[in-house]
């Protein structure tokens, strides 16, 4: 029998310009993300900005060693990053609670509502443990309207604090992936 065929259907057009002008307004100049499709409608818009810089990194661990050196040379940074990748910065958290250091990731999730991919689903059910245990701040949005709030609201806990944060970006809220085949 053969499933529905149909493609990614990312809503981020509806959210990545809010979340652009919040962390302009925040004064976040560096954006370095391993690419994913959840996260391409603010990365084209940081690429743009010529007060920002867009790194593109090879693995996540980077974007937290990067964000970290960031901070201590006064630049405010937010990592982004798919919850496949939490996995690969457990070791390199450890340095921001050690140190006292922010962070904000905005995290796209997978592995949840809708995956085709069980490849995804054991990470994206961990990501949300795995932050907490290596002390990060969890915040979790399935609406976007409220994704804005939500990103403005981690950027001041993280730099008032000192503190890690995550926003996790459902499944629900990017849409999930969906494609053909036959069983």
Known sequence: MSEPVST???????WSQAVYDVIK?????LVPFVPDGGHRGLIE????????????LTTEEEGVALAAGAWVG?????LLMQSSGVGNCINMLSLLKTCQM????????RGEWGEF?????????????????MGVLVQ???DPELLPGEVDAALRLAYSTYSPVAVL??????????????K
């Open 102 to 109: 922010p962070l904000v990731t905005l995290v796209t999730m």
């Open 140 to 142: 979790r949005v399935d």
């Open 74 to 78: 006064g630049v405010r940074s937010v």
């Open 117 to 133: 991919n069980p490849w995804q689903v054991p990470m994206g059910q961990a990501t949300p443990d795995v932050l907490r245990a």
């Open 8 to 14: 990614f259907q990312n809503p981020a057009g509806t």
């Open 45 to 56: 818009r940081c690429q743009a900005d010529p007060d920002m810089r867009a790194v593109t």
């Open 169 to 182: 970006l459902s499944q629900k809220l990017l849409g999930a992936k969906k494609f053909g085949g036959t």
């Open 25 to 29: 307004a925040q004064d976040v100049r």
